[in-house]
């Protein structure tokens, strides 16, 4: 590894990652163990100093066959049965399982190849050096980057709500946006991030997979997990507002998002010409225009 692949994500002094089917065994009976019951309270959770949280982290075996849906789901039902795991945590984990997994696939087979060539919100820039050392400024974003290059990993919301988010907002094209998930992920595959990418991350096929685009300020970060204040916040509300702005019919049109054009336009002109410099500044430097 450190031979061949030095570039890559991961360390090998640390390696954590089993790689034969019983390694991938044990890392399921772990989890049902030790993570299962606690998993729907946190699952959204951005601690920044818990690299899983009580994330099953099963989708680096799922995906290369080490282990399969139906085998990871029978043993969930028993330990859940014999246990009383609390039904937020069964559902939510059998949910993405049966659910969510076989949901993206179904996307990626039927609309895979329209997702890769839309650009819906005809986004051009592209990644600064920053987003491969975590060394960002935005301390939520940097922890995830951090993560990324130490474990190959991060969970779904550190991926949707963290990196997607502010990739949406720097209007990072789709592609160089798909290039880093693809790179940075040990569960990587293109069913997988694909349609998790397109549609749901940076919402460039324009709907054909979610209704809405997800997108935050600082606030969330704070609130989900345990980031200090600072100037950071100015920058990532910054962004997020000049890009309500920006698009503001189309957030119009959402019933879903609508009421965030009300409170645009209910912020103070001095607020909002702060904003606006903060995101200005944070914009140029973690993009590079094309």
Known sequence: IDEHFAD?????????LPTDRQGARLWLEDFLENRFSNFGPYEDALPAHSPFVFHSVLTPFLNTGLLTPSEVIKAALARAKANSIPINS???????IIGWREFVRGIYHNFGAQQERTNFWNHRRKLSPHWYRGDTGIPPLDATIQKCLRYGYAHHIERLMVVGSLMLLLEIDPQEAHRWFMEMFIDSADWVMGPNVYGMAIF???GIFAT???ICGANYYRKMGNFEAGEWQDGVDGLYWSFIEKHREFFLQNLRMAFIVNSLDKMRPERLEILRGAAYTLR???TVVA
């Open 8 to 16: 890559h994500p991961g360390h090998s002094e640390d390696f954590w």
């Open 90 to 96: 069964l559902e939510g984990f059998v949910r993405q």
């Open 204 to 206: 460039s096929d324009g």
């Open 212 to 214: 809405k685009p997800y």
């Open 284 to 286: 140029h430097k973690l």
